[in-house]
């Protein structure tokens, strides 16, 4: 069973820092990008960054050059350090890998359970 667990939500000013991490556990054959996204109320979820493999990143005009994704492959982590944060940018944030169980089983999506991130004004 393949689980995402997530970790580093809170409550910052704004202005301050967070850092999100995600642990990908369980049997995984190979695991392809890895990204964040976040939902805030009566919005729909939204990409807020990802990073493939080899490393290569994309982020949300909303958040580049204030937030920085990473990963690790030999803890089959995620990273998302989150500065110059914003009230706009209070959120639950989950986590998402795509997984290969196996190599002749197709890549599938999965998801952390989401960690809330709140920044006042």
């Known amino acids: 069973q393949v689980q995402l667990v997530e970790s580093g939500g809170g409550l910052v000013q704004a202005g301050g820092s967070l850092r999100l991490s995600c642990v990908v556990s369980?049997?995984?054959?190979?695991?392809?990008?890895m990204g964040w996204y976040r939902q805030a109320p009566g919005n729909q979820r939204e990409l807020v960054a990802d990073i493939n493999g080899v490393g290569s990143t994309n982020y949300s005009d909303s958040v580049k050059g204030r937030f920085t994704i990473s990963r690790d492959n030999g803890k089959k982590m995620v990273t998302l350090e989150m500065n110059s944060l914003k009230p706009e940018d209070t959120a639950v944030y989950y986590c998402k890998a795509v997984v290969k169980k196996g190599a002749l089983w197709s890549p599938q999506d999965y998801w952390g359970q989401g960690t809330q991130v709140t920044i006042s004004s």
């Open positions: 369980g049997v995984t054959f190979s695991i392809n990008d």
